[in-house]
């Protein structure tokens, strides 16, 4: 007997079969597409639910080398009320994933170091949070605001004995040397919050190591902290405003 007889006599006999045996018959010819297809759906749902659910960072800060506290989650719930974050569009995050080792190359670092400059590009990063001599690093990249324009009046007034200054100089010498193709070494300044040291003091970052949110929320190797708004962010109000919730 031709095989197609024998597969359409197979398929006759199966209709008159008990539902068990039918159901048999068919996870034993179908199951894979039955498989495949699940699985497909589950995948598309998926993918769905994801960009759906998908929030707008309305404020985003990178925690450079420190670690979430057990209560960090509810703070970060506290700071988009704060802020005044539409929470079904936006979200508050404190990226603590960023770790970077200024004195190595290794895969984690690297990874890091190239996480903040595609976000940084990109203008979704707010600010910095971090120890003196990592912000630093980003400081001679010219990567934060000048405090002066950035603040209001009042803040700055409020805010200058915890200053974190950056020495205009360096960069200038740093664009000289990279225009003229040569080498140039340079050192970050032995104490950057003394203006009177430098010879063209910009402030950059505001001291908050007494700021009991951030201590009480975050964990860093050293207690020397700073906080310093990105040139580029897209959300300037609600960098001054958390600035001011940090001392409130």
């Not at 007889?5 to 048999?24: G, Q």
């Not at 700055?156 to 205009?168: A, P, S, T």
Request: proline share 5%; hydrophobic share 35%.
């Amino acid at each position: 007997m031709p095989l197609m007889d024998e597969f359409k006599e197979e398929r006759e006999s199966i209709k008159s079969a008990p539902p068990k045996e039918k159901l048999e018959y068919f996870w034993t010819y179908y199951k894979w597409h039955v498989i495949v297809t699940v699985v497909s759906i589950l995948v598309i749902v998926s993918f769905v639910t994801t960009i759906l659910n998908k929030k707008d960072p309305g404020f985003y800060a990178v925690v450079l080398n420190g670690y979430a506290g057990p209560s960090s989650e509810d703070y970060v719930k506290n700071m988009e009320e704060t802020l005044g974050l539409d929470t079904s569009k936006e979200q508050c995050l404190f990226d603590t994933s960023v770790y970077i080792d200024f004195e190595a190359s290794d895969q984690r670092s690297m990874a890091s170091a190239q996480k903040v400059m595609v976000y940084l590009s990109a203008g979704e990063l707010d600010v910095m949070i971090g120890e003196v001599s990592t912000v630093q690093h980003y400081a001679y990249s010219e990567s934060f605001a000048d405090l002066r324009d950035f603040l209001t009046p009042e803040q700055v007034e409020k805010y200058k004995d915890r200053f974190l200054y950056m020495d205009r100089k360096i960069i200038s010498e740093k664009a000289e040397a990279m225009e003229s193709n040569t080498t140039y070494n340079y050192a970050f300044p032995k104490d950057p919050t003394d203006p009177s040291t430098l010879e063209d003091p910009i402030p950059v970052g505001i001291n908050i190591s007494d700021c009991k949110d951030i201590t009480d929320n975050f964990a860093f190797a050293t207690p020397d902290l700073y906080i310093c708004p990105f040139v580029n962010t897209k959300h300037a109000d609600r960098v001054l405003t958390y600035i001011d919730s940090l001392f409130d």
